[in-house]
């Protein structure tokens, strides 16, 4: 407490982030206070923890005045109804320069709603996502504040203080103007959702394609994260693999988890978002899509049993073929999200850094990985050659020399697993969008030309001659039947 006996910042919304996130920043020196609507959890989370001194309110007028100001408070709340609830309350008690952050995983499209509301009032609003869940709360999570950069600037303080460290600094950033903190968590989300899709992907490949013991896959997985795969994803899984069922000795956890994979929205806004802002996005389309085919377990049964497909063992793929494939399709996963921050950055004015989201997301997040460093380096000035070609930021991180010829590397070993899972009919959605995308996005001249027939066929939509780009024609085409 200060000597005026005031808190330095406030957390609305002690649940499982919210109540980890109070708590460090109390660990940093931070004097929190805090307030849920049901007061008691709140109670009940200062009496569990008394080193975090916390002092709960048992209403927003009493929080508000348990602050310094401008004051400083960090919702936690459910991403919908329950923010904008919270910020009404808040309206009538806040005055000029207090600082209102939304750090829940709301959709960017009500952020941009909510800043435009802010820009209306005295107070000031920051759209921050949040990643790393309860453990990076409480012990250092990777944060992504967009919005309104005077609150940014009497935010930066506390957030670097409780935001994880990494070689390549505090995993904070300010993201960008209006919605960019929270359209940056999604996206960060739907690359997580492409990374745990071809993760899973290429472990069951290994034990229903290759027949080998889990044993076997989380040896592999550790192995491959002492490598250029070194990620925490990769990490659990070989955790995860490893861990026995506690209610079946002898028994893995893994075989007693049922196939239907949850989703709480933001695989499937990055997707809609992509759409959108015209961004082609496979691998995490593909993630998204497997999701839901996943969750539709009595369909795929019924399915299974009355079309029987054959399903054979996969041949001919190598376990470095695996690693190959895993890391060209993340190579061309991350090109994809990172393109989608640039169309994103430039349609919506919000002058994002790449090399800088890249930077906060090498520690603390569940994406993190010893391969977002090298991104960093990609979309960083100040560290690619300098010259006419070099000083150029890469128009998509694909095309960056070093990322180029890893995937050159790893092109072989990519095409046998896509074609050797598909031969034996082992389903690798992740895998084989990515590199479709891939031998897409690398040939100069496509499939287009029939569509672009086709349309002008049924529909006079017209078309574009090789010899005439620009020129957009119309031609009575012969018909075989009236
Ligand atoms: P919890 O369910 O643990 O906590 C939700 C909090 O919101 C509770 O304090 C709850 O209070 C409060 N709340 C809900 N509705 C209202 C309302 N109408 N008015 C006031 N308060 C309300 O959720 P989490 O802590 O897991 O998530 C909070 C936010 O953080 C979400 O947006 C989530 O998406 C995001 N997030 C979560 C992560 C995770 O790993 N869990 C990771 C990153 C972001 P009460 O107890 O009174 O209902």
Redesign the pocket.
Known sequence: MSDTGLCDLAV????????NLARNFASRGLRVAGY???VE?AHALAAAHPEAHLRVASSLAELVGMLERPRRIVL????G??VD??LDQLDPLLEDGDIVVD????LYTDTDRRVARAEARPWRFVGM??????E??LLG?SIMPGGDRYAWERLRHPLEAIAARSPSGVCVTYCGRGSAGHFVKMVHNGIEYGDMQLIAEVASLMREGMGWPWGQVADTFAGWNRGELESYLIEITADILRAPDPQNPGALLIDAILDRAGQ?GTGKWTVVAAAEHGVPIPTIAAAVDARLLSAAKDLRERAEAALRPSRGVVQGVSPDDLRDALYAAKIASYTQGFALLQAASEARDYGTNLAEIARIWTGGCIIRAAFLERIRASFAPASRPSGPEGSERPELLVLAPDFAADVARRLPGWRRVVAAAAAAGHPIPGLAASLAWFDTLTRSRGSASLIQAQRDYFGSHTYERVDAPGVFVHTEWPRSSQ
Do not use: C, E
Request: hydrophobic share 35%; glycine share 30%; proline share 6%.
């Open positions: 609305v919304g002690l649940g499982v982030m919210g109540g849920q609507r049901t959890h936690m709340v459910n991403a109804p329950a609830s919270v750090g829940g995983n709301s996502g949040v990643s790393g869940g309860a990076g709360a999570p709480k």
